[in-house]
């Protein structure tokens, strides 16, 4: 991988700047810890105007859930005060949000506020409201610009980031959706300071499979700084939030579309993370990070007897996310119940379950290689009592 | 313009190929008329796996509307001999099923199909069809190929072609969409023998604007051949339809998302036009095209009033209008309203109302350089008892 991203010089003072290399749909990730010198609002005016050929923005609506109403308020004025009239929708929150029925009631608000080509989105929130507003910025008017101010460690390091936008219907999830590329991103790493403990460490379980995937370095800076990230440490914290940002643009920048296969490689531990996530119940024991976290140690014993790697390399995962209070384990779940929600997934071709797994640390590969025989005894593991 | 598109040599015998250049997402639009050697198939299995990677196509959802639900069928069997598995999803004709809640009964059908990456949504009939079961495509788990194969002369000459998809809200048409191009147009014009009378008047509007906006030659060629065209003469039908298939593709191949403002040239005779056809109410008096060749005349004496034209362009394009059946005036509409429609228009710029205005017969410019006065002139003169 040719990782074009970087970090640039800080501005302003104290701030991360990561760089989405996307030809002209190109954008920043500012990451900040508190916006003392009120930053927000330029780098929003600025990054809105610098696509859509620098058509000028005149409007915003910014879509938040209640639990960051408040910074969506500030957030506005910022906007407003760089002279774009800038409304807030708030939605509740929570995956029941991510609907067509609640995009469709975002979309009647832009036409409402009489939203045009100079009009824009900003979402505030985590990935549910990302995600959402992110729908809605690509369908209005045939695509419109979108600002991501993430506020969950989680949309910090993975949603907000790649363009993956979209709606789940009754009977699927992330079904209804589209590539949309955000104008620019804003992370405020202060906003972890409220987020409560166990969502942070959710959004430690894709902190640890950039690692994995993609950087032996990271994974070692990780586990040296779990505790002071943990603890919200800033200084632990915003070259975390800074570096997994880059990896994943790195991915995003040669695969936009998942047309190439290397995106892929962002699903470590999600094959059975995913159907962890489905067996157990959405909303239920296993919020999406655990199930990856559980899938990631799961996937790494898969790679085992492949013989791609030994069992140092996942004793080694399953200490760190254990360290981070994330489960390595599913007891109780049902193998075969494991094996039909695989089956479904999307990403299969031809029949066959296909997994993205360690060949060392720093390096997965896309494959359909392991036999049922294999897979079966890894769910066995997986679910076993401890 | 340098238009790139160009006619190919026949394939299969007595169809005509206009190729629409817009790199990796270009495609044919195949024109035949009556499909005796079963064309269709081939070439739109070979048309949905040249696009997305050459990935293989292995089922579709046929999207119809009651009117055209017997050819629907019959392409879905033509699909099944070329081993993608068709089914056929049928809805109420007219502007009402371009709505989101239809676009989510079908994206439901798509997942109760499983439909995947290796899945395809093939449009048959009018511009509804089309525009919706090109949203449905664009939306599916972030985009899947889509097949025209439109029906009607509008949705031949217009619609079908550009990638323009998407659906209407209560309060705005075609709010709520995207761009997606097809993997190919099957354009079987014998599908006209069975369009109602009006609709084929309707169509022939598009097709004189083609001529103004683009093509002298071609504006006189519709002259000639009118009376032919109408009969349905397949001789004088097919040229037609491929030469305006022609014209868009070069048009759309410069300025794919409407940014340039190149695509707005397509826009001569809608400024007034989409006006009269809000102001009369959807549905009402004046169908779309009805309503565009009412608002080319009265655009084409604002040009007059620029100093632009003389007038004998627009006698003469009024004469082809009339001999077509189409109206050129809209006798007992209020002119006030018709400019209130217009301010809301979202091609505006800082509250000028924008026209695309003839300079000559085959060459338009945008502009919001007319005075109040002279639109409200046109707008009494087009609004005046016969």
Request: charged fraction near 20%.
């Amino acid at each position: 991988m040719t990782a074009e991203s970087q970090t640039r010089a800080a501005h302003p003072p104290g701030s991360r700047t990561v760089r989405v290399p996307l030809g002209d749909r190109s954008y920043d990730i500012r990451i900040v810890h508190g916006d003392e010198s009120g930053g927000f609002g330029p780098f929003a005016r600025e990054a809105l105007e610098a696509t859509r050929a620098g058509r000028s923005c005149r409007s915003a609506l910014v879509v938040t859930d209640s639990n960051v109403r408040a910074l969506a308020a500030r957030h506005a004025e910022a906007l407003a005060a760089q002279g774009i009239a800038a409304e807030v929708a708030v939605v509740p929150p929570g995956e029941g949000s991510k609907s067509l029925e609640q995009a469709a009631e975002l979309l009647d608000r832009l036409i409402a506020l009489r939203a045009d080509r100079h009009s824009a989105v900003v979402a505030v929130g985590g990935g549910v409201v990302g995600d959402l507003a992110g729908f809605v910025a690509s369908t209005y008017a045939r695509g419109i610009p979108l600002l991501m101010a993430p506020t969950t460690l989680l949309a910090q390091v993975d949603s907000s980031v790649g363009g993956k936008v979209g709606v789940n219907r009754p009977a699927a999830k992330n079904i209804v959706g589209a590539f949309h590329q955000p104008s620019g991103v804003w992370i405020d790493t202060r906003s972890l300071d409220t987020l409560p403990p166990r969502e942070l460490r959710c959004g430690m379980a894709e902190v640890v499979k950039y690692g994995v995937i993609l950087d032996p370095a990271f994974f070692e800076a990780v586990e040296r700084a779990a505790a002071a990230v943990l603890a919200l440490d800033p200084a632990a914290v915003a070259p975390v939030v800074a570096r997994c940002c880059e990896l994943k643009a790195g991915v995003v920048s040669e695969d936009e579309r998942e047309e190439t296969g290397l995106r892929a490689v962002l699903n470590f531990g999600h094959t059975i993370g995913h159907a962890v996530e489905a067996v157990a119940g959405y909303g239920g024991p296993f919020q999406h990070g655990e199930a990856v976290a559980a899938g990631m140690v799961a996937e790494s014993r898969l790679a085992e007897r492949l013989g791609w790697i030994d069992p140092g390399l996942t004793d080694r995962l399953s200490r760190l996310l254990r360290l981070l209070g994330l489960p390595t384990s599913a007891p109780g779940l049902d193998p075969r119940a494991l094996i039909a929600a695989m089956t479904l997934d999307k990403k299969n071709a031809g029949g066959r379950i296909r997994f993205v797994l360690p060949r060392a640390l720093g390096s997965v590969e896309l494959t359909d290689a392991p036999a049922e025989g294999d897979v079966r005894a890894v769910l066995d593991e997986l679910t076993a009592a401890d």
